[in-house]
């Protein structure tokens, strides 16, 4: 079978047992003698504080929205609790899941409430070799369509995940159909707008982050817009503009925003590293492979080249979708539906009886297919499924990444990559604009464009005397299981950049926490 490079899970190994290094620094007791920090409100009211927003705000991760060490630290919690110490209520209600392991999705059946519901990813470790490695734990749908059992209309934080920033206009959190993490606290019962609601709160202060989640889910579908829907600046902008004017519709009301952070140095898109050294193959071990590949790519680049010449796909094109393997690393087969669609072609030379039936067939799959490239990006939702066969147990029939193109939910090309984080930075750009331009020095505004690279590069980081690194290694990682959203260290630090944005504007004096006060990951589970 292909071999395929995964060096994130000794990568994981090896910093797990180095942080367990710092356990017995990191988590001392907390004095309870020693006063809480206190601050002043300046120029800002306090006195009830809101707030909306997508999966940070809502307190997503580890793959889910589950209770346990996750949701009582969302962001918009965090946030709360800090204003507290600046005058403000120490009671923040937001719409708990009380979900041990969340959910995730359907499983394998495509059936929600059944035995294979996914839930959260949890870290385990081999009681016989000590590796470390993700498992998924049983998901837990009925949490997800369970109404909040507390006082709807003392909701306030109305954030939630799972779709698109156009559905914070809209009674049921959509469009079309209802938002289930939304419909579960909807005190209006779908009548009202998440962001009407929001406003008939009556907060003093407010948090917004809207649009984040947007990016952040179109990324992790590869920037496939029929699994997660593209978000453009313009339309992006378009919506905050109105809801921002909603929200101060209020003259009294002051808050805080924030711009979209730069997701793509998350985790969850690194942690595989670069597409173009993924596929090793050994000249003597996978000799009989490289010559089943040569014969693959020896056909196909031929229909290629044959294609250029006769113009119906241009020359650059052509070279950049010639396949080519090697003894060594050898980049991942992905499909880019940027590219002209050959199967047409390759049919009209099985009609003009150029190529048999058998030949198409070897062919068809390859219709958009290419190798990636240096800077390209294959994120952590193919780690389950690259060097496997497409058919359990036959190889013969495609392994994935090798001879069966990546899907392109699973990656992200340079093209994609170019326009998405053009469109990410306008939009950042236009919320600063949009502030500027409507807010009247009432609203404040977090800015984290470069916030996660400058965490990663200066990781391990020392905050408040307590370790912080870019993982999600125990005890001293700041991101959640899934790699894509932080875990309750995270999501305190991204408190403490809207704290800071809002005693920046206002003259306030809130203070920052210590992100060891909060829980880390959780230590892993003992497999055999």
């Known amino acids: 079978m292909i071999k395929f490079n995964l060096k994130f899970l000794t990568i994981i190994s090896i910093v797990f047992f180095f942080s367990c290094e710092q356990q017995e620094i990191d988590y001392l007791a907390i004095d309870q003698s020693v006063s809480a920090p206190s601050g002043e409100a300046g120029e800002a009211d306090f006195t009830k504080f809101v707030s909306i927003g997508g999966a940070y705000t809502a307190g997503f991760g580890d793959g889910g929205l589950l209770h346990s060490g996750l949701q009582p630290y969302s962001v918009g919690a965090s946030l709360a609790s800090r204003i507290a110490l600046a005058g403000g209520s120490a009671e923040f209600v937001q719409p708990d899941i009380n979900s041990e392991n969340g959910y995730f999705g359907a ?44 006082d709807m209309t003392t909701v306030q934080n109305f954030a939630f995940g799972k779709y698109p920033l156009a559905g914070f206009n809209f009674p049921n959190g959509t469009i079309t159909d209802p938002n289930p993490y939304f419909a579960r606290f909807d005190a209006s019962n779908g009548t009202k707008s998440p962001i009407q609601l929001m406003t008939e709160a009556n907060g003093t202060f407010f948090m917004a982050w809207l649009g984040a989640y947007d990016f952040l889910a179109h990324y992790a579908r590869g920037g496939d817009e029929n699994v997660f829907p593209e978000p453009t600046a313009s339309s992006q902008g378009v919506f905050f503009q109105g809801m921002l ?87 991942l087969l992905i499909n880019d539906s940027s590219l002209t669609n050959l199967e047409p072609l390759w049919r009209g030379m099985l009609l003009a009886g150029q190529i048999d039936s058998t030949q198409y067939g070897m062919l068809v799959p390859f219709a958009v297919a ?159």
């Open 107 to 150: 499983g394998a059946d495509g059936a929600d409430g059944t035995a294979d519901d996914e839930g959260r990813w949890y870290l385990t470790q081999s009681a016989s070799t000590g590796d470390i490695g993700i498992s998924r734990a049983p998901g837990d749908f009925t949490s997800v369509v369970t109404p909040y059992q507390g």
């Open 370 to 528: 290419r190798q990636a490239k240096e800077g390209e990006i294959v994120h952590f939702l193919a780690r389950p499924i690259l060097g496997q066969p497409v058919v359990a147990n036959d190889p013969t029939q495609g392994v994935w990444g090798v001879s069966a193109p990546l899907s392109d939910v699973y990656f992200l090309t340079g093209s994609e990559l170019v326009y998405l984080e053009t469109q990410r930075l306008t939009y950042n750009e236009m919320i600063k604009q949009t502030v500027a331009a409507i807010g009247g020095g009432r609203v404040a505004v977090a800015d984290f464009d470069g916030w996660f690279e400058n965490l990663a590069t200066g990781s391990p980081n020392t905050i408040m005397g307590s370790a912080v690194t870019y993982d999600f290694n125990p005890p001293t990682g700041m991101w959640s299981v899934d790699g894509l959203l932080p875990n309750a260290r995270g999501y305190s630090l991204m408190a403490d950049h809207f704290a800071q944005a809002i005693n920046d504007t206002f003259g306030s004096s809130i203070p920052m926490l210590n992100p060891a006060d909060v829980p880390g990951v959780r230590l892993p589970v003992t497999v055999e």
């Open 245 to 331: 004017t909603q929200i101060l519709a209020d003259t009294t009301i002051k808050g805080v925003v924030g711009t979209v952070p730069d997701v793509l140095a998350s985790p969850f898109f690194q942690i595989l590293g670069s597409p173009t050294g993924l596929i090793p193959l050994d000249a003597t071990e996978d000799a009989a492979t490289l010559g089943q590949l040569a014969q693959l790519s020896g056909a196909y680049n031929q229909t290629v080249d044959n294609f250029a010449f006769e113009g119906a796909i241009g020359s650059a094109e052509a070279a950049s979708r010639k396949l080519a393997w090697s003894a060594g690393n050898n980049s």
